[in-house]
């Protein structure tokens, strides 16, 4: 299989001062915004540094033009126009209330959060108004307003004929370190929206570890994709079994990224579910709302891009990443209910539900990972919609045998604003994939569909021979309507900062893993 090795050059915001700033909104063109941030506590407005320079600027115009409209609740914007000839343009956006910090009931860092949701509100309220830049201010916390600036910023439209141009988006601090991460774990989050809102037709198995080439090689991370000759050798059935209805071949991705270069360290594994579309095969799903199928493979995605941040962070770290890759397609030679296959760790498996394949791919993954010794492995899939059912989209539900993994994600979780939430991995749930008529296990539950999450987890832990593991069932986060502001609305592209956030977490020695 030829892949062609490209250099792909991702952009990076630029980072500048604010005297630079006022220079250029100065100049004659009239085209730089700008977001600044007040904090409100209910009361009255209280400017953060930058918001403070420009009402000095504009001799206090920032304020007299402010009082017209109230206090700013948290999350919303104001365009004040004319403010000063440096300044002609400005949206004011609501922070709430000042030194907000982690909230045990909602559990996330509640001023990062807002910093986020306050800086995207600023950023679509100057959009669309033909501006060639839009600079912004910090807010106490360059992270989460860079991560809030350009996960706002994202749109899809790779394949319109014509595209609506985006303004530049930057920082008004000079060398502000903070923005220069949150730039990166937002480009990495949005490397997997993109990858997911590809139609399927266009990101085959093949062409999806075209793109991680084309985004991970540039950084130094080994890109090998695999065969379906080397997956036969490996006896890799539970895997090759949902690829028989397509034509498309399959591809099984290794991902190497050596952050710790001199050292034989085991590595942290991160394994993606990688189906490219999922019709369901001869469990043939309905037809309504299968076009959103093509994000399917949103755990190969969230791989690709927590790997991407780790190679451009540097983290100290060495990390492994296996995605199977393939169609789910009904075909004459497609699996049926009640076919039995080997794994590649000699269990056989009943397959009664054809739509139930992500775990079949997993399973021959998860057992690959393992032989790899890691010294924790995570996992993500689009794996059942119970979990939408259960969770929604507030939190990815995860099931965990290690309290070492659970207690850093969850802490990961908190720092980025996408949660997780912890399910059971209880030998309840195992019995019922275990107790099998013509095999080993069953890829659906006895008593289906009650407990649908739960049991599919059980059967990922037949595969699982690491101590310390973690399954996280993206369902219910795919796909963002309005319920995330700063995401707006299509493929999320979530857990993709937690996982990068967890990773870092244990390069750093604070995690015990």
């Known amino acids: 299989?030829?892949?062609?090795?490209?250099?792909?050059?991702?952009?990076?915001p630029h980072v500048l001062s604010l005297a630079r700033s006022v220079r250029s909104c100065g100049s004659s063109e009239r085209k730089a915004g700008v977001i600044v941030g007040v904090y409100n506590d209910g009361t009255e407005n209280t400017f953060t540094d930058a918001a403070d320079h420009i009402n000095e600027q504009s001799s206090g115009n920032l304020v007299r033009l402010m009082q017209y409209g109230g206090s700013l609740k948290a999350g919303k914007s104001r365009v004040l126009y004319g403010v000063s000839d440096e300044f002609p343009v400005v949206s004011v956006v609501g922070l709430g209330e000042q030194n907000q910090n982690y909230d045990p009931i909602e559990e996330r860092d509640e001023s990062k959060e807002a910093i986020r949701t306050a800086v995207a509100a600023g950023y679509r309220s100057l959009g669309d108004l033909g501006l060639k830049s839009i600079q912004v201010d910090p807010c106490g916390d360059g992270e989460a307003a860079a991560e809030?600036?350009?996960?706002?910023a994202f749109k899809?439209?790779?394949?319109?004929?014509?595209?609506?141009e985006s303004p530049a988006v930057t920082c008004l601090s000079q060398n502000d370190q903070g923005w220069t991460r949150g730039a990166t774990f937002a480009e990495g989050q949005n490397i997997a929206r993109r990858l997911m809102e590809t139609p399927a037709n266009i990101l085959t198995?093949?062409?999806?570890?075209?793109?991680?080439?084309?985004?991970l090689e540039g950084l130094g991370v080994e890109v090998m994709p695999r065969t379906y000759e080397w997956a036969k050798e490996r006896n890799m059935n539970s895997f090759l079994s949902v690829t028989r209805g397509s034509g498309e071949p399959p591809v099984f991705l290794e991902l190497s990224y050596r952050g710790k270069r001199f050292t034989d360290e085991k590595p942290l594994a991160i394994v993606g579910k990688g189906v490219t579309f999922d019709t369901g095969g001869i469990s043939l799903k309905p037809s309504a709302n299968m076009d959103k199928m093509r994000a399917d493979m949103g755990g190969a995605a969230?791989?690709?891009g927590s790997i991407f941040i780790a190679a451009a962070l540097g983290l100290p770290i060495n990390i492994k990443g296996f995605i199977p890759l393939c169609e789910n397609m009904p075909g004459s030679i497609a699996t049926k209910p009640g076919d039995v296959v080997v794994a590649s760790n000699g269990k056989s498996i009943q397959i009664d539900n054809t739509d139930a394949e992500g775990r079949l791919i997993l399973a021959d993954a998860l057992h690959y990972a393992s032989q790899h010794s890691p010294r924790a492995m995570v996992n993500m899939a689009t794996l059942t919609g119970a979990m939408a059912v259960s969770l929604g989209s507030g939190a990815t539900g995860v099931f965990c045998n290690s309290k070492a993994v659970w207690?850093?994600?969850h802490k990961a979780g908190t720092v980025t604003g996408d949660r997780v939430w912890k399910m059971p991995l209880w030998k309840h749930y195992s019995s019922q994939v275990t107790d099998c008529w013509l095999a080993d296990v069953n890829n659906q539950g006895k008593h289906k569909p009650a407990g649908g999450s739960c049991t599919a987890a059980s059967f990922l832990k037949e595969f699982v021979s690491c101590d310390?593991?973690?399954?996280?069932d993206i369902a219910g986060v795919m796909e963002n309507k309005d319920e995330v502001s700063y995401l707006g609305k299509g493929m999320s592209g979530r857990p993709t900062r937690t996982v990068a956030t967890f990773a870092e977490l244990i390069a750093s020695g604070q995690t015990g893993l």
């Open 156 to 164: 899809y439209q790779d394949l319109k004929s014509k595209k609506k």
């Open 468 to 472: 310390h593991w973690m399954h996280m």
């Open 205 to 215: 198995p093949t062409n999806f570890a075209q793109e991680a080439v084309n985004c």
């Open 302 to 304: 969230c791989t690709v």
């Open 1 to 12: 299989m030829a892949f062609v090795r490209t250099s792909r050059v991702f952009l990076r």
């Open 148 to 152: 809030g600036a350009l996960l706002a």
């Open 407 to 409: 207690d850093a994600m």
